[in-house]
C-alpha cells in the first residue's frame, strides 16, 4: 500500500500571525494531503528553573492543541497531525520532513512566546532540507491574491527543478506561470560604455530570446499551462520582488544549487535577499541527484 504523502509546516507560539500554517492549509486542500504540524522545542533553551519546571511543555501542548483544533476546524475530513519534539530546531524540522511533500516554515524565527522556536531562521531550515522549503511571510492570507506563480530564472540551466514545481504550483491553481530572468551588467562593464557602444539593446534582445526559447520547451511538456516570460534588467533580488508584487503573485518559486557537486542547497545572496524581502510566500527548491 502506498504511504500517503504529507505536508510538514513548522508551528510555534507566533502561528496565527506568521501565515505558514494557513498556506499549508491551503496546500493541503490543494494536494489532497494531510498536514504534520511540528512545534520544535530548542534543546538549549529546553531547562527552565526548577520552581518552573511544566512552563515550557505546557505551553507546548496547548500550542499543539490549538493548531489541531484549527487544522480539524478547517477540513475536519483529513487526517491532519500535530507533534512536538526536542532537539536543533532547524535541524530537527529538515530531519523530520525529508520524504515528505514540502516543508512549510514562517519567515519569523522567533515566536513571540519566549523559549519557544520554530527554527533557529528560515534560511538555515531552507539550507538543510531535502525537500522544496516554503517560506510564509509575516500576515500572509490565500484570499484576495490572483496573480500567477513566478519563478526565477538564472544563466547557470540549473532552474529546472524550480520550473518543474512552478509549473505542477500553477497546473493545480488553475493560473499562470510566469518565467522572470533579471540580467545586469557583469562588473567590467558600464552602463554608460553599453550605451554609447549601443549594445545595451542587442544584449536585452538576446536574454529575451534565450528565455523565450526556455519557455518554449516548457509549453510543449504543458500545452495547457499559459506561459509568460518576463526579461528585466536590474539588481536580481529587486527584479525578482518587484515582478512578484506587480502581478500579485501566489508564489514565488526560486532554485537553489549545488557547490563542488556536493548535493546541497547553498543559498546565495539572491536566494537570501528574496527570503528576506518577498511580500508573497516563496519556494526553495533544491538540485536534485540528477540535476547535479
Known amino acids: 500500500m502506498t504511504k500517503q504523502?504529507?505536508?510538514?509546516?513548522?508551528?510555534?507560539?507566533?502561528w496565527r500571525d506568521?501565515?505558514?500554517?494557513?498556506?499549508?492549509?491551503?496546500?493541503?486542500?490543494?494536494?489532497?494531503?494531510?498536514?504534520?504540524?511540528?512545534h520544535v522545542i530548542d534543546e538549549k533553551l529546553r531547562y527552565a528553573p526548577y520552581w518552573e519546571p511544566k512552563v515550557v511543555d505546557d505551553a507546548a501542548i496547548d500550542l499543539v492543541e490549538?493548531?489541531?483544533?484549527?487544522?480539524?476546524?478547517?477540513?475536519?475530513?483529513?487526517?491532519?497531525?500535530?507533534?512536538?519534539?526536542?532537539?536543533?530546531?532547524a535541524t530537527t524540522l529538515a530531519e523530520l520532513a525529508a520524504g515528505s511533500v514540502m516543508l512549510v516554515v514562517g519567515r519569523r524565527g522567533m515566536s513571540t512566546v519566549k523559549r519557544l522556536l520554530v527554527g533557529s531562521t528560515s534560511e538555515a531550515v531552507a539550507n538543510l532540507a531535502t525537500v522544496p522549503v516554503i517560506v510564509v511571510p509575516d500576515g500572509w492570507t490565500p484570499s484576495g491574491h490572483a496573480g500567477p506563480v513566478v519563478v526565477g530564472l538564472d544563466d547557470?540551466?540549473?532552474?529546472?527543478?524550480?520550473v518543474e514545481f512552478a509549473a505542477e504550483a500553477a497546473i493545480e491553481r488553475g493560473i499562470a506561470l510566469r518565467m522572470v530572468h533579471v540580467w545586469d551588467l557583469p562588473p567590467i562593464y558600464s552602463w554608460e560604455s553599453m550605451e554609447v557602444e549601443g549594445a545595451l539593446d542587442s544584449w536585452s534582445r538576446t536574454a529575451e530570446l534565450h528565455f523565450e526559447a526556455?519557455?518554449?520547451?516548457?509549453?510543449?511538456?504543458?500545452?495547457?499551462?499559459?506561459?509568460?516570460v518576463d526579461?528585466?534588467?536590474?539588481?536580481?533580488v529587486d527584479g525578482l520582488i518587484a515582478a512578484a508584487e506587480a502581478g500579485d503573485a501566489q508564489l514565488l518559486v526560486i532554485g537553489g544549487r549545488h557547490h563542488s557537486k556536493v548535493i546541497s542547497v547553498l543559498l546565495g545572496s539572491v536566494a537570501r535577499g528574496v527570503l528576506q524581502h518577498a511580500t508573497c510566500p516563496v519556494a526553495v527548491i533544491r538540485l536534485t541527484k540528477d540535476d547535479a
Not at 504523502?5 to 507566533?14: A, E, L, R
Not at 489541531?68 to 530546531?89: C, I, N, W
Not at 526579461?231 to 536580481?236: D, E, K, T, Y
Open 156 to 162: 547557470s540551466g540549473e532552474s529546472e527543478a524550480a
Open 66 to 89: 490549538e493548531v489541531q483544533q484549527k487544522m480539524k476546524e478547517r477540513d475536519p475530513a483529513v487526517d491532519h497531525s500535530t507533534e512536538v519534539v526536542l532537539g536543533p530546531p
Open 5 to 14: 504523502p504529507v505536508i510538514h509546516v513548522g508551528v510555534d507560539g507566533s
Open 214 to 228: 526556455v519557455a518554449r520547451q516548457w509549453r510543449q511538456k504543458y500545452p495547457d499551462l499559459a506561459i509568460e
Open 231 to 236: 526579461v528585466r534588467r536590474g539588481h536580481a
Open 18 to 38: 506568521t501565515g505558514a500554517l494557513e498556506w499549508a492549509l491551503q496546500e493541503s486542500l490543494i494536494r489532497k494531503a494531510p498536514l504534520r504540524a511540528i
